[in-house]
């Protein structure tokens, strides 16, 4: 797939939100890091299918990496939008939750946030709503995110969503709340 996001921007963004975190102290205190450890230390790529990486996201790893394992997928087996076709690039972490934290993916930096599309259009980030193996103490308790992390990950999606590829994963991802009707915490 055809990625409109340099990599320089990716780096850019990867250093704007090296700076951020969810709480001012390590949230992976309060659940033993249960994001990053949920899937143990199992062999078995079904158990975990990993972390999917956005297109052209890839570009910032030489995929030899020794703290992870990569499998390449085709988007069309996934529930991805229409527009997604041919490899989607999954990681698995090899010794979670340690981690060269400067280059942990994407997803890992977002979360527990999510971007939504309200009906008319307008960007949002609310909590995430996927269904998870695990309890995050930040989604479970609602509890107050700092506002450099919020700011930096809104700024971060209103850039992403500009790739058409991108912005038809975050419309799907809206559109399903709203037709599955799952309440969403809006966070900005
Ligand atoms: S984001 Fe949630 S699940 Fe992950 S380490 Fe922080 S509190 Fe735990
Ligand atoms: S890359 Fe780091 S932060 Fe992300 S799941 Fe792996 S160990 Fe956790």
Redesign the pocket.
Known sequence: MKSTIRKSTYQAIYRLLDRVS?LESD??K??G????TCGGDSDDDDFQLGIYLLPGEEKLFSQKEEWLKWSAERAEDFDFPDSWFGKIHFIRCKTP?VCPREHRPLQCRF??LAPHLTEEGELRLILCTTPLP??????DRQMKLTPSFIQATYTVWTHLIRDPLIYDLVLMDSEDREAEGVPVKIVR
């Open positions: 969810p949230c992976g309060l659940c890091a249960a994001c990053c939750p979360f527990p695990y309890s995050c103490p930040l989604i």
